[in-house]
């Protein structure tokens, strides 16, 4: 396994560019551990990744 340690933007500019304007900066800067690096991503794996995140900063608002 080849992990890689990767900004959620270079994910989303690489595989789904058209969801960029629709995220935010913080978003765009969460770090993403993927377990067998980026180049084995599909853009569906990428939309997923983009959902869990944006799910992952709604709840620690939430949270605060």
Same mark, same amino acid.
């Given at each position: 396994?080849?992990?890689? @340690?990767? #900004? =959620?933007?270079?994910?989303?500019?690489?595989?789904?560019?058209?969801?960029?304007?629709? =995220? @935010?900066?913080?978003?765009?800067?969460?770090? +993403?551990? =993927?377990?067998?690096?980026? #180049?084995?991503?599909?853009?569906?794996? #990428? +939309?997923?990744?983009?959902?869990?995140? +944006?799910?992952? +900063?709604?709840?620690?608002?939430?949270?605060?």
């Amino acid at each position: 396994m080849d992990m890689q @340690t990767v #900004a =959620l933007s270079r994910i989303v500019e690489k595989l789904v560019p058209e969801l960029v304007p629709f =995220l @935010t900066q913080r978003e765009l800067q969460m770090n +993403i551990v =993927l377990r067998d690096g980026l #180049a084995v991503l599909e853009p569906e794996d #990428a +939309i997923e990744i983009v959902q869990h995140s +944006i799910y992952e +900063i709604q709840k620690q608002v939430l949270l605060h």
